[in-house]
């Protein structure tokens, strides 16, 4: 494809209650420093950016510094442009373009489906959006790869996993080796082009798709996480079409999330999240290790419900995972990784919004921009700007 190429390697994090082994096995980093410090090579951050600051005129509760500005509503035409956003902004992504612009992706997660994007120059102004994939249902949420394409998933039990060019250059294009089932997210690993993907179900599974041919998704072999006497292992689904019998229903001993919904590859482990029990977790690659970062019923202070949407910062804060929230008090908390001691804390929340949820957090190419919705009544895109911790 002809769209911008996605950053084809995302550096480490350091995610926060990773158990000693984990960090050892996954991240092969040594020995956890007492009192639960961060490792060594891992620089230190603060452990949050501060007190949220009264809402700002768009409603947005932000830490001292940061600013906020409304790029796209639901039903009105993105400024300075002829495109009327879609009705349920959901997951998103941002890529690089050249001039030093970037492309930030939003799927439809109503009944229409869809995906539109918004381009932005250099400086941050919008200079065009458009429609990039049509004619699906309830496109939730997705996934960058490292081949610059975006990864859009159908939130229904036939759903499908469509790969679409950012730029809107060439036409979507249906990938269904990678299962029909109640897609929620995906997350590429850059070093072998293997998919991990979400199941929004509270019988769910973690799938991984190793394609025949690494960066392209047209054949390949789905696979499904199994547990056995505590042991993981990866096995064939026999049917990817999921008919008659659910790709979560065909493999003995397959490992149950429930509700799974973001997920995000950062080297050699993905982290994801269910909402059905509010636990974020994490899946190293290597060690073939699943471990919790986050789980809200045993969290002394649990600020952090109905995770949904995630991202990751950049290094050296790449420790923060950005988790979105479905309902409750719209906030987007950050799991922090600079203590092992299960802590999460809150970096935004929407006020004046009843009946929605929070979604699409992703980073501008820079890492200075963040970008999320307010899903409902109606759909608003954002734009957050400040002083992200960057080194």
């Given at each position: 494809?002809?769209?911008?190429?996605?950053?084809?390697?995302?550096?480490?994090?350091?995610?926060?209650?990773?158990?000693?082994?984990?960090?050892?096995?996954?991240?092969?980093?040594?020995?956890?420093?007492?009192?639960?410090?961060?490792?060594?090579?891992?620089?230190?951050?603060?452990?949050?950016y501060g007190p949220l600051e009264p809402a700002d005129a768009n409603g947005l509760m932000l830490p001292k510094g940061f600013t906020s500005r409304v790029i796209a509503v639901s039903g009105q035409k993105v400024s300075g442009t002829k495109y009327t956003?879609?009705?349920?902004?959901?997951?998103?992504?941002?890529?690089?373009?050249?001039?030093?612009?970037?492309?930030?992706?939003?799927?439809?997660?109503?009944?229409?489906?869809?995906?539109?994007?918004?381009?932005?120059?250099?400086?941050?102004?919008?200079?065009?959006?458009?429609?990039?994939?049509?004619?699906?249902?309830?496109?939730?949420?997705?996934?960058?790869?490292?081949?610059?394409?975006?990864?859009?998933?159908?939130?229904?039990?036939?759903?499908?996993?469509?790969?679409c060019d950012p730029a809107g250059v060439n036409a979507a294009v249906a990938r269904p080796a990678l299962g029909r089932f109640n897609h929620e997210a995906a997350a590429v690993d850059p070093v072998n082009g293997h998919v991990y993907l979400t199941e929004?179900?509270?019988?769910?599974?973690?799938?991984?798709?190793?394609?025949?041919?690494?960066?392209?998704?047209?054949?390949?072999?789905?696979?499904?996480?199994?547990?056995?006497?505590?042991?993981?292992?990866?096995?064939?689904?026999?049917?990817?079409?999921?008919?008659?019998?659910?790709?979560?229903?065909?493999?003995?001993?397959?490992?149950?999330?429930?509700?799974?919904?973001?997920?995000?590859?950062?080297?050699?482990?993905?982290?994801?999240?269910?909402?059905?029990?509010?636990?974020?977790?994490?899946?190293?690659?290597?060690?073939?290790?699943?471990?919790?970062?986050?789980?809200?019923?045993?969290?002394?202070?649990?600020?952090?419900?109905?995770?949904?949407n995630i991202t990751i910062a950049p290094e050296p804060a790449a420790n923060h995972l950005f988790v979105a929230e479905d309902g409750g008090n719209m906030e987007i908390c950050a799991v922090d990784g600079s203590h092992l001691d299960g802590k999460a804390?809150?970096?935004?929340?929407?006020?004046?919004?009843?009946?929605?949820?929070?979604?699409?957090?992703?980073?501008?190419?820079?890492?200075?921009?963040?970008?999320?919705?307010?899903?409902?009544?109606?759909?608003?895109?954002?734009?957050?700007?400040?002083?992200?911790?960057?080194?």
């Amino acid at each position: 494809m002809q769209a911008a190429r996605a950053r084809a390697t995302l550096l480490p994090m350091r995610a926060e209650s990773l158990r000693r082994e984990f960090l050892r096995d996954v991240l092969g980093s040594g020995v956890v420093l007492a009192g639960g410090a961060l490792l060594p090579g891992c620089q230190p951050v603060s452990a949050d950016y501060g007190p949220l600051e009264p809402a700002d005129a768009n409603g947005l509760m932000l830490p001292k510094g940061f600013t906020s500005r409304v790029i796209a509503v639901s039903g009105q035409k993105v400024s300075g442009t002829k495109y009327t956003w879609h009705p349920n902004p959901d997951g998103g992504a941002c890529f690089p373009v050249a001039g030093g612009g970037w492309i930030y992706v939003s799927n439809d997660e109503s009944s229409s489906g869809g995906c539109s994007m918004v381009r932005f120059d250099a400086e941050g102004t919008i200079v065009e959006a458009k429609q990039i994939l049509s004619g699906t249902r309830r496109n939730c949420a997705g996934g960058p790869t490292p081949w610059g394409t975006w990864l859009s998933c159908e939130e229904i039990s036939d759903g499908l996993v469509y790969e679409c060019d950012p730029a809107g250059v060439n036409a979507a294009v249906a990938r269904p080796a990678l299962g029909r089932f109640n897609h929620e997210a995906a997350a590429v690993d850059p070093v072998n082009g293997h998919v991990y993907l979400t199941e929004d179900s509270s019988t769910g599974a973690l799938y991984r798709f190793v394609p025949a041919t690494t960066g392209n998704l047209a054949t390949g072999v789905l696979q499904v996480l199994t547990e056995t006497s505590g042991v993981l292992s990866w096995k064939t689904v026999p049917d990817p079409d999921g008919s008659p019998t659910a790709t979560r229903s065909q493999v003995t001993d397959t490992r149950r999330f429930n509700g799974g919904e973001g997920i995000w590859y950062r080297a050699h482990y993905v982290a994801f999240t269910t909402k059905g029990d509010n636990k974020v977790w994490a899946y190293g690659i290597e060690g073939n290790v699943l471990t919790t970062l986050y789980d809200a019923a045993s969290t002394t202070t649990p600020v952090l419900g109905g995770v949904d949407n995630i991202t990751i910062a950049p290094e050296p804060a790449a420790n923060h995972l950005f988790v979105a929230e479905d309902g409750g008090n719209m906030e987007i908390c950050a799991v922090d990784g600079s203590h092992l001691d299960g802590k999460a804390y809150v970096f935004c929340r929407i006020t004046g919004r009843s009946g929605s949820e929070v979604t699409g957090p992703a980073f501008s190419p820079d890492y200075k921009r963040l970008y999320f919705s307010s899903q409902r009544s109606p759909g608003e895109t954002f734009e957050v700007t400040g002083p992200f911790k960057l080194g």
